[in-house]
């Protein structure tokens, strides 16, 4: 075959190699274009090596095959060059086309251009003489003035944007190679040698070089099964060719020309010559081309895995950060997150802790509407030569050029741009790796995936946190963050606050539904702006606000209230669209732990504060504090310590109604009236509590009235059926409570009074401090009367004993620090057994 023939064949493996590669390829412009260049390729050297080895049809064939692929280069590098710049076709490209297909036509029937080459004997050897006339001008006149044509058309795009000359070099210096390779022809010394063969070939490796520079190709491409099966093929035909004189000859010795044996035995060969090239493809490029990228594809994968595990932003945006400083040689990572649509974006993330987090970008900046326009990062040396960068401000140029920026990312959720990461070079004599951009895109498309959904948490978290109307809090939320910093506030005082606006339903009457609306959002603006970062607000209820306030005290946290209260009362006076009555609010205050020891008395303290200001005229507040007490200052103040008197005749006509069924009843509730206002005084409670926990013992067991006498005087023991009568008496005690609205601040003690400590009580089984303060008062004072009394069913026992058994149920029946306080009452007389006919005197004096 000789020298020439075994280059072309190599070449031509070489052109179908590519050729395969950019066919399972991303397809675009520029690779469809660049197939353009290898199909003249193939058809030029194709046509000019099958020519030389005379392959069938004929070699006149193949010599118009190659003139063909001759005169179609210069169009396919046309296509590829302006498309690689980015450069629309023009019409003349087209005409230089049609000309040259023209020309070719005619040169095949009549050969007027170029004729076909004799075949002469030469040393021993065919050559190809060719007559060269001189209407072959015409057809390199043309061709050379569309190539001028051409290499004005680069420098125009190189002046328009200088980094296309970075971007053209591999181009040009495969054309230029090409055009040596066929310039040697004419030196005697390459006489013989494919010299212009082999220059196509180092030319198609340059533009290949040019295209994996842009990212158009990915090495990782070389290792689909598609094209390790089309190179076994293409290298198993070559060597097969080459063995086929051995095997004919060993076979013709051997098997006496059996063709049926022949054909099996080729056809075994071929086989195992494809299998083994397939296989020694695919282990050269994997252990070599792709390692890294196999590498890089598996950490991408493995930080893929660990994002979608975590919703926490911040975990996020270290792990994106993390992985880009292990897969790639650069400076430093900065992140800039964008809070809400309008505002800047900020650093909130680097690679090294003390790195500077306070320059921001605004929106506006030309590079970030660029991010938001484009998927693929920034090279920002290639930026620099863009009509966005010379349009941005000469202290944004010079911010990014201070920090070295090497590449800008963004993240994108949907269209929206949330974040930029920028990346410094490590050295500013490194030269720029072409594949980082696509690492870093693989890495940002994965991170933008997981801030996503991070943000789509986030947002349901808050909205599941807040109130839709007011944006403050919502009820369920509060009570958990009251809770946590009740436990962060064991040492400190912790305030709180419940601000209930007065008349809200007059005022949506007066004004409608829509304007009580906008009311309460603007009493929710004025709570927040005057709370701030000091505390928590929270919509409460439906017209009530709750204030939280650590580290607070009763005083501080009553003129914050004030300064509140004041505001609102003023707030409609801005309006000037129409005119609107003043809006007042009745607020409640109490602190932990002076008032409470937990949140369930917390929260009761403050309702019950609140409570006391509505029936004291409302627009008003009230400190709630165990230790001692704080009247409201203002106008229309009252003496709290009253305010009971007026249901006195309700609490007398009802504790009538027992004594007239159940002597006992009432005298027994007079007592634990004694008993337990003796054990609030004692403990500190200020004079509300005291006059609040009377009434409850007093009305505690008013729901007897609806039980039978034979139950209410039976001597011996009580059957299950009338035990669970008896137990019905707290429910029907509330009923008859429920529909006396001033009075139902006695119903936490009322409905608590037979709840046990350890949970085993009645009606509701809670257990510990769950059960009001006033309701375990209540237990012990009733518990000690009821032990000390003489019944129907029993004899009194000594106060010695019933002592005792209060110890002993200390911590099971009853909370022990009260037991234990009662016990010290009784030990230093404080407290007194009550005597039968003080009791009676005591009815009579009521009655």
Not at 551 to 557: C, E, H, K, N, P
């Amino acid at each position: 075959m000789g020298t020439y023939g075994y280059i072309s064949i190599i070449a031509m493996v070489c052109y179908g190699f590519m050729l395969l590669m950019f066919l399972t390829a991303k397809r675009n412009k520029i690779v469809n274009s660049f197939l353009v260049v290898l199909v003249g390729l193939l058809f030029w050297a194709g046509g000019s090596a099958f020519m030389r080895v005379h392959l069938w049809p004929s070699y006149e064939f193949w010599y118009q095959v190659s003139l063909l692929g001759i005169l179609l280069l210069p169009y396919a590098y046309y296509c590829f060059i302006l498309a690689f710049g980015g450069v629309k076709k023009g019409l003349p490209g087209k005409i230089y086309l049609a000309v040259m297909l023209i020309c070719f036509v005619v040169n095949i029937r009549h050969g007027v251009f170029l004729g076909c080459p004799n075949v002469v004997e030469k040393n021993g050897l065919p050559t190809f003489v060719y007559e060269i006339k001189p209407t072959i001008l015409v057809l390199f006149f043309p061709a050379g003035i569309f190539l001028i044509y051409l290499f004005l058309i680069l420098v125009r795009i190189c002046k328009a944007n200088p980094n296309m000359k970075v971007q053209y070099e591999p181009v040009m210096a495969g054309v230029l190679v090409l055009f040596a390779g066929n310039m040697l022809l004419g030196i005697p010394f390459f006489s013989g040698f494919p010299i212009d063969i082999l220059s196509g070939v180092v030319n198609v490796f340059f533009l290949f070089y040019a295209l994996i520079r842009r990212r158009l190709f990915r090495l990782q491409m070389l290792a689909s099964p598609s094209l390790c099966y089309g190179v076994g093929f293409l290298f198993s035909v070559i060597v097969f060719l080459n063995v086929i004189p051995y095997l004919q000859k060993i076979f013709h010795i051997q098997m006496n020309k059996n063709t049926t044996l022949y054909a099996l035995a080729f056809a075994i060969v071929f086989l195992v010559i494809y299998a083994l090239f397939t296989f020694l493809w695919k282990l050269l490029v994997r252990s070599v081309f792709v390692r890294e990228e196999n590498y890089q594809t598996e950490k991408i994968r493995e930080f893929s895995s660990a994002i979608s595990k975590t919703l926490d932003l911040n975990e996020i945006l270290d792990k994106t950060i993390s992985v880009m400083k292990e897969l790639m040689d650069v400076g430093n990572i900065y992140i800039c997150m964008q809070d809400a649509p309008g505002q800047p974006y900020r650093g909130v993330a680097s690679d090294q802790p003390l790195n500077d987090l306070t320059f921001t970008m605004e929106e506006e900046n030309p590079m970030i509407q660029w991010l938001k326009e484009h998927e693929e990062p920034i090279i920002y040396r290639d930026f620099r030569y863009t009509v966005e960068y010379k349009s941005m401000w000469e202290s944004e140029k010079h911010r990014l050029d201070k920090k070295h920026i090497r590449y800008c990312a963004g993240m994108k959720d949907g269209e929206c741009l949330v974040g930029v990461i920028l990346i410094t070079d490590a050295s500013a004599k490194k030269r720029l790796v072409y594949d980082e951009v696509q690492l870093i895109s693989s890495v940002t498309s994965v991170a933008s995936i997981a801030i996503k959904n991070s943000r789509l948490y986030e947002r349901a978290r808050q909205e599941a946190r807040t109130d839709e109307m007011t944006g403050l809090l919502n009820r369920k939320y509060f009570y958990e963050v009251l809770n946590e910093e009740l436990e962060k506030n064991r040492e400190a005082s912790l305030a709180l606050a419940i601000i209930n606006v007065d008349d809200f339903k007059l005022y949506n009457q007066l004004y409608g539904v829509k304007e009580g609306d906008l009311c309460l959002q603007r009493i929710a603006d004025i709570i927040r702006s005057s709370v701030g970062e000091s505390g928590y607000t929270a919509r409460y209820g439906g017209k009530e606000f709750a204030v939280l306030l650590p580290g607070y005290d009763l005083f501080s946290a009553r003129n914050m209230v004030e300064s509140i209260a004041k505001q609102i009362y003023v707030m409609n006076n801005r309006r000037t669209d129409m005119k609107l009555k003043a809006v007042t609010v009745s607020a409640g205050i109490s602190a932990a732990p002076y008032a409470a020891r937990n949140v369930k008395e917390l929260m009761e303290n403050v309702d019950l504060a609140v409570y006391h200001v509505k029936h004291n005229g409302k627009n008003g507040i009230q400190v709630f504090d165990m230790m001692f007490r704080n009247n409201s200052e203002g106008n229309n103040t009252r003496n709290h310590t009253h305010i009971y008197q007026e249901y006195e005749s309700t609490i007398y006509a009802l504790t009538a109604a027992i004594d007239a069924k159940d002597h006992y009843t009432f005298s027994h509730s007079n007592n634990v009236a004694y008993y337990a206002t003796s054990l609030a005084t004692t403990l500190g409670m200020n004079e509300d509590m005291i006059e609040i926990i009377r009434q409850a013992a007093l009305l505690h067991d008013v729901g007897k009235i609806g039980i039978p006498e034979y139950i209410l005087n039976k001597e011996g023991k009580l059957t299950d059926e009338e035990y669970e009568i008896i137990k019905g008496h707290v429910e029907a005690s509330i009923d008859i409570i429920r529909h006396l609205p001033s009075l139902d601040y006695v119903i936490p003690a009322v409905i608590g009074h037979h709840e046990r400590y350890d949970g085993k009580g009645y009606p509701r089984r809670i257990a510990g401090e769950d059960i009001p303060l006033t309701a375990r008062i209540l237990c012990v004072a009733d518990s000690f009367d009821a032990m000390t009394s003489k019944r129907c069913y029993k004899k009194a026992f000594p106060i010695e004993v019933a002592r005792e058994k209060l110890l002993q149920d200390a911590g099971r029946q009853f909370d022990p620090d009260l037991v234990y306080k009662f016990v010290e009452c009784l030990d230093n007389d404080s407290i007194t057994l009550v005597k039968a006919e003080e009791t009676v005197d005591n009815l009579k004096e009521m009655l």
